[in-house]
């Protein structure tokens, strides 16, 4: 079954304490990303990754890291998490044509992070 | 550059009756356009896509999507509306070499008995 598991599902944490997400898919896409969704706001993209090694920059990356070293994992990393990243996550996993557009996109569950 | 706009961020409807909820999107390229809904405390589920086949798409749970280039539109729309219908809908779009998927806000839909 094809799917894309994100872990832990909740997580409440404290001003500055480092923390990572992780992100794992089956269906051998090289299509990574991260999104956070807000009221209002729908999801934005935070970093993506074309394949192993190559990351980058979504639409508010500040705060956040990723890396891609197996094809199958997306860890995002939150060096020193603030309130303002309180949040709920989603990690997806794409296929995307050779004019890199997305044709099928597949979400985790979700993390829902608190940062008090 | 990609964005979307969904025109109601809320939609009341009677259980039985139709349901439209409007879809608005603007891309420099050929893009590929969906529509997600998230139910409470649950993930998202692709209802539907649209990657440049027919213009009218069929999806799960009864619902469709046409896909109107000249008026850059993607309207979501069922014809009788369950109780299970009430969530969040997105109206999602990536163009080429967009390397992303662009969401919309968002419209919350409720199903009144």
């Known amino acids: 079954e094809a799917q894309v598991t994100q872990n832990p599902r909740y997580l409440i944490t404290v001003t500055g304490k480092k923390l990572t997400v992780t992100c794992s898919q089956n269906?051998?896409?090289?299509?990574m990303s991260w999104y956070r969704q807000d009221p209002g706001l729908g999801l934005r993209q935070i970093y993506y990754s074309m394949n192993v090694e190559v990351t980058d920059k979504g639409d508010v990356p500040e705060g956040y890291k990723v890396s891609r070293k197996e094809k199958r994992n997306f860890p995002l990393i939150l060096e020193s998490p603030s309130p303002n990243q309180t949040s709920l996550y989603f990690c997806?996993?794409?296929?995307?044509?050779?004019?890199?557009?997305?044709?099928?996109?597949?979400f985790g569950q979700g993390t829902r992070l608190t940062v008090v | 550059a990609q964005s979307v706009t969904q025109l109601d961020s809320h939609v009341s409807v009677s259980e039985g009756t139709p349901v439209l909820l409007r879809c608005n999107y603007s891309s420099s390229y050929s893009p590929s356009l969906f529509w997600y809904v998230q139910h409470p405390n649950k993930g998202l589920q692709l209802l539907l896509k649209?990657?440049?086949?027919?213009?009218l798409v069929k999806g799960i749970n009864g619902f469709e999507a046409e896909f109107k280039k000249s008026e850059t539109s993607f309207h979501l729309t069922k014809p009788s509306a369950h109780m299970s219908d009430a969530a969040e809908y997105f109206c999602?779009?990536?163009?080429?070499?967009?390397?992303?998927?662009?969401f919309g806000g968002g419209t919350r839909v409720l199903v009144k008995p």
């Open positions: 269906m051998n896409h090289e299509y």
């Open positions: 999602v779009v990536s163009e080429a070499a967009g390397n992303k998927l662009t």
């Open positions: 649209y990657t440049s086949a027919a213009t």
């Open positions: 997806a996993s794409s296929r995307a044509d050779r004019g890199l557009r997305i044709t099928e996109a597949f």
